[in-house]
């Protein structure tokens, strides 16, 4: 097997900044330009005095590399806001940055890589991240050459034995060995290649002596262009906890004698990320001269960025714990690669969030809003046993979010996205699929976070024992015969779906509308049908009555047939309370993976929770499946098969006239942030 050609001995090797290879471009020679070689461009009028002590603030930034905030610094807002003058000095690397703070040269640096911070603070260096700069999962990938063949269900088989051009060390790295640890590729089968710039990359992959090559930006862009293929989207790598973003730092020291300096440049950063989110088109030009970029390039850079405002950086999912995760995340896999000796117990303490609490903007977390909200009202149906009613009875909700939490019960998914709509309901727990897709659909501002339970063996269609219908033979017995079923939901689309792989001409068969359960199991036994479709109890009566299954629910999720109950709220309210809705989670978690390890301790409460009798409970009960985060994050789930099935059913139900149209995509329904902050 091929090893890895370079081992990072020293941490000092990590050094590379955000994936960004191509960044090695700024300044003469690739390296730093130090704070004495700046020549000052700004204009004839000098800031307003300030009362810090300080002349000149040096920030740390890369060209080539197009962010909202440089239309602050070529309008020189900063210099105005901050009343001194801001140097922007351009660098090569992250580690670069790390070491100009180091050495006193640099005060701020402003989009440094997240894994060079971890990396420098690691080895002992006095450095705060204060801030998010910049999100780009899907400008930093790797792409398969158009001869390999190569995607991810066969990756295991078709890297083993290739060459991947890689830059070794930074977050690319770093998210590249993810991505093969996840795609069951053995790293020790490929070699990797130390990558010479972007250029080089797409010249390597061209040349076809490499199975696959990683870059970012526009050397992605070309490699696809030139027949190369993603072998995960950014999308797809997020959805497993694989993120890529850099960030605004600062020394220990410098935070400690300039407070109201570092808090007045995330403000003015704040200011122009709130400017360019609510429309970027008057900003690009100047972006783009700051950049020392052309146009297009500078549009299909920034069309794959995204600046995060106070709110969100201060939400569980980024600076309220998971960038602290993902640093400890980072260097214990370092680790285990043997590229650094040892990561710390925690990285902590190297965030501060003060500074970008005392920003004006958006509601930080723990602000007046998340104050005001003393009661939380929760969605969900009764005479439906699932696992976290054990925290719904026991009150664990309450005490872990502190605040009451009413659990209001409902008839229907669709009921449940009206009373989000209409701001009486917070969270709908095991809300159906199909209605919340109808109502974005529709326009509604709901968001899904997280999956609650799933149940493909509860909902199904049963054949008559006298029909003799099997998987083998459904196309010839089925046909000229009447099925009983729902028509217009899940029930339907499952059925059609289930046809269509049986081979059976759905103009052969007769659909009849279900007025039910009870009326499901009583045309099967009249013989009137041939087969009924229905759910839980309903189905047990069919089987037990005689009838059999055409298909397992298992048998149906194996060929994409999914059925399943998810958690969502609104928009607005995880905008508002983000800290809520993974509270939320983390307790459903909790209560899941309790029941998982062992059920039995549980039943008679979820039963009267459920407002049922313990026999019914357990018959629902085994058939139902409550999927725990890692499952729940998985490309089976909410990493790509969730929207697809969204987009597939609402497409479905144009095709039978139900709507009028489907959305193009339902990637934007669905939030796995807040989930992938939960323990």
Request: hydrophobic share 45%; with cysteine.
């Amino acid at each position: 097997m091929k090893r890895l050609l370079v081992l990072l001995m020293v941490l000092g090797l990590i050094a590379a900044a955000c994936g960004d290879d191509d960044s090695s471009d700024g300044g003469d020679d690739g390296g730093t330009t130090t704070p004495e070689e700046t020549t000052d461009d700004g204009g004839d009028d000098a800031p307003a005095p300030n009362e810090t002590g300080l002349d000149e603030l040096n920030v740390a930034y890369f060209l080539e590399w197009p962010t909202a905030n440089q239309v602050a610094q070529a309008e020189e807002t900063y210099d105005a806001e901050l009343g001194l003058k801001v140097n922007w000095i351009p660098f090569a690397s992250g580690g670069d940055m790390a070491q100009a703070m180091e050495a006193g040269d640099i005060d701020i640096s402003y989009s440094q890589g997240l894994t060079p911070f971890a990396n420098f603070v690691t080895g002992g260096s006095d450095l705060l991240l204060v801030g998010v700069a910049v999100t780009y999962a899907d400008a930093d990938n790797c792409v398969a050459g158009s001869d390999f063949g190569i995607t991810a269900d066969n990756a295991a088989e078709t890297l083993a034995g290739q060459s991947i051009y890689t830059p070794l060390g930074n977050v690319t790295h770093f998210k590249l060995l993810k991505m093969l640890e996840h795609l069951g590729v053995d790293s020790s089968s490929v070699e990797l290649i130390q990558s010479e710039g972007g250029p080089a990359a797409v010249a390597a992959l061209d040349s076809g002596d490499v199975a696959m090559a990683c870059a970012f930006g526009g050397a992605v862009n070309q490699m696809i262009a030139n027949g190369g293929n993603l072998v995960m989207t950014g999308s797809e790598q997020e959805a497993i906890g694989i993120r890529v973003f850099d960030i605004i730092s600062t020394t220990g020291d410098f935070a400690d004698a300039h407070p109201d300096i570092v808090t007045g440049f995330l403000q003015v950063t704040e200011d122009a990320n709130r400017a360019y989110n609510a429309d970027r088109s008057p900003f690009i030009d100047t972006i783009a001269e700051a950049a020392g970029m052309d146009r297009g390039p500078t549009i299909a850079l920034l069309d794959a960025f995204t600046f995060p405002e106070k709110d969100v950086q201060l939400s569980q999912a980024w600076l309220g714990g998971t960038v602290q995760s993902t640093m400890k995340e980072q260097m214990d896999f370092f680790v285990a690669q043997g590229e650094i000796e040892s990561a710390l117990p925690s990285y902590d303490s190297f965030v501060d969030t003060s500074f970008l609490e005392a920003v004006v903007g958006g509601d930080s977390m723990g602000g007046a809003d998340e104050m005001m909200l003393d009661e939380l009202n929760v969605a969900y149906f009764l005479e439906w046993p699932t696992a976290n009613q054990v925290a719904q009875a026991e009150e664990t909700y309450d005490a872990e979010l502190g605040l009451k939490v009413n659990w209001i019960p409902f008839a229907s998914g669709g009921d449940m996205a009206q009373a989000m709509e209409a701001g009486d309901i917070d969270i709908s727990y095991s809300q159906g699929l199909t209605p919340f897709a109808n109502f974005v659909t529709g326009g509604s501002d709901l968001l899904l976070v997280g999956v609650a339970v799933t149940y493909a063996d509860a909902d199904n269609c049963v054949a008559g024992s006298d029909f003799g219908i099997t998987a083998d033979n459904a196309a010839e017995t089925l046909a000229g015969q009447s099925i009983y079923t729902p028509l217009g939901n899940v029930t339907h689309f499952k059925l059609l779906k289930m046809l269509e792989h049986l081979g059976v001409d759905s103009s052969s068969v007769e659909l009849i509308q279900s007025e039910g359960g009870p009326a499901a199991v009583a045309a099967l036994d009249s013989g009137d049908v041939a087969m009924a479709c229905a759910f839980g109890g309903a189905v047990n009566q069919m089987i037990a009555n005689g009838g059999n299954l055409v298909m397992t629910g298992s048998e149906q999720e194996a060929i994409g047939i999914r059925v399943f109950d998810i958690i969502s709220t609104t928009g607005d309210f995880a905008d508002a309370h983000p800290d809520i809705v993974t509270g939320f989670l983390q307790v459903t978690e909790d209560a899941n993976r309790a029941y998982n390890a062992d059920r039995s301790p549980f039943i008679d409460t979820i039963a009267e929770a459920a407002g049922m009798d313990r026999g019914p409970t357990i018959a629902l009960l085994d058939a139902f499946t409550f999927p725990e985060k890692d499952v729940q994050l998985s490309q089976a789930w909410l990493g790509g098969t969730v929207q697809s099935t969204m987009k597939e059913q609402m497409d479905f139900f144009v095709a039978q006239g139900e709507i009028a149209s489907a959305l193009p995509s339902y990637d934007s329904f669905v939030d796995t942030s807040f989930l992938e902050a939960v323990d």
